[in-house]
């Protein structure tokens, strides 16, 4: 089982960049996939997820509106579309994935996901 999370780069503010999540071993569709972000200094954070079967999503209130998930099951690849890019946005960037059917309270807690991807780097300046 093996996640690969790519696409990260440098993006000006009100820019975008789109994160793609691959997945060897495992089908994506089967797992709940999340995104989290580690900004210099701060705590890993939850970002996004897309949650196995029904592909119910959820964001973190700072990216809401901005960024989008989604799950292309052909490919076995997930998304991260972000817009609209913010100075605050400069993190690491990492995708993940569970076999718990998550639920919004669920989301955010790191122990609920099972194997993680390298991240990559999102730095959003001018």
């Known amino acids: 089982v093996q996640l690969q999370a790519s696409g990260g780069g440098l993006a000006q503010p009100g820019g975008s960049l789109r994160l793609s999540c691959a997945a060897s071993g495992f089908s994506l569709d089967a797992s709940s996939i999340g995104w989290f972000r580690q900004a210099p200094g701060k705590e890993r954070e939850g970002v996004s997820c897309?949650?196995?079967?029904?592909?119910?999503?959820w964001y973190s209130e700072s990216v809401k509106g901005r960024f989008t998930i989604s799950r292309d099951n052909a490919k076995n690849m997930v998304y991260l579309q972000m817009n609209n890019l913010k100075p605050e946005d400069t993190a690491v960037y990492y995708c993940?994935?569970?076999?718990?059917?998550?639920?919004?309270?669920?989301?955010?807690?790191?122990?609920?996901?099972?194997?993680w991807g390298q991240g990559t780097l999102v730095t959003v300046s001018s």
């Open positions: 897309i949650r196995s079967g029904d592909g119910m999503t």
């Open positions: 993940c994935s569970s076999q718990l059917r998550l639920i919004a309270s669920e989301v955010r807690r790191e122990s609920n996901y099972d194997h």
